[in-house]
């Protein structure tokens, strides 16, 4: 029972993930990277702030790893022989938020300890390791969209579009980690975009497969009392 209703609640982790994680990073604000004293003051006066929104995209991370869990069971049920693929996006996904965990906690910290004057250059520098950590999770995110590509075409699991889509999405990844082109931003909006529509999809796809399993049953259960 418990299980059951687990499940039933990661299989919407892809949906809270974009919005928890994206809404908190775009709440938090931009305080720039070069100027450490602009940094620091924008961290003193939206303290607050920028610790309640990296808090919420915090929690939209462990939704996204819900999320990969249930993908990576729905694979297995729909096709026992590419379970290696579903556990590859559940380990992908995990270092994505492995990664990006780090941004978050290096944010955080500079918020915390914006509450008494802080050093230009250490403000800098904290916000620089982050904007680094960003940059790094391009690589994971590019591991965990070729998988996904893969076990979507092998599985049927969403629309196959949805499938080439993840495949063309992995070279951007790469290039959105580059830091000297500053296409961080764009990459992670059609990224997010992908994993919106992944999560729509897949629900609808699941629900499908399941209200035909059940009328199977039905089925099945209606010859045996003839």
């Known amino acids: 029972m418990y299980l059951s209703r687990l499940v039933e609640t990661a299989r919407f982790g892809g949906i809270a993930f974009v919005v928890?994680?994206?809404g908190?990073?775009?709440?938090?604000g931009d305080a720039g990277y070069e100027d450490g004293s602009k940094i620091a003051a924008y961290f003193a006066d939206h303290r607050e702030r920028i610790l309640i929104a990296n808090h919420v995209a915090a929690i939209g991370l462990l939704a996204f790893i819900a999320w990969a869990w249930w993908i990576m069971n729905a694979i297995e049920r729909r096709q026992t022989d590419s379970?290696?693929?579903?556990?590859?996006?559940?380990?992908?996904?995990?270092m994505l938020v492995a990664v990006e965990f780090g941004c978050i906690a290096l944010t955080m910290t500079?918020?915390?300890?914006?509450n008494k004057p802080v050093?230009?250059?250490?403000?800098?520098?904290l916000v620089n390791g982050a904007q680094d950590f960003s940059y790094v999770e391009y690589f994971p995110q590019a591991l965990l969209l070729f998988f996904f590509g893969a076990a979507i075409l092998e599985t049927r699991l969403t629309a196959t579009w949805l499938g080439w889509l993840a495949f063309a999405?992995?070279?951007?990844s790469l290039i959105g980690a580059a830091p000297g082109l500053g296409l961080d931003t764009p990459v992670a909006l059609l990224t997010s975009a992908w994993f919106l529509a992944a999560s729509i999809l897949a629900l609808r796809a699941e629900a499908g497969t399941k209200a035909r399993a059940?009328?199977?049953?039905?089925?099945a259960t209606a010859a045996q009392l003839e």
């Open 119 to 125: 050093d230009p250059s250490l403000a800098r520098a």
């Open 83 to 94: 379970r290696r693929l579903g556990l590859a996006i559940f380990v992908s996904a995990s």
């Open 24 to 28: 908190g990073f775009i709440a938090a």
């Open 169 to 172: 999405l992995v070279p951007l």
């Open 20 to 22: 928890l994680t994206l």
């Open 110 to 114: 500079l918020a915390l300890i914006a």
């Open 214 to 219: 059940e009328a199977g049953k039905a089925l």
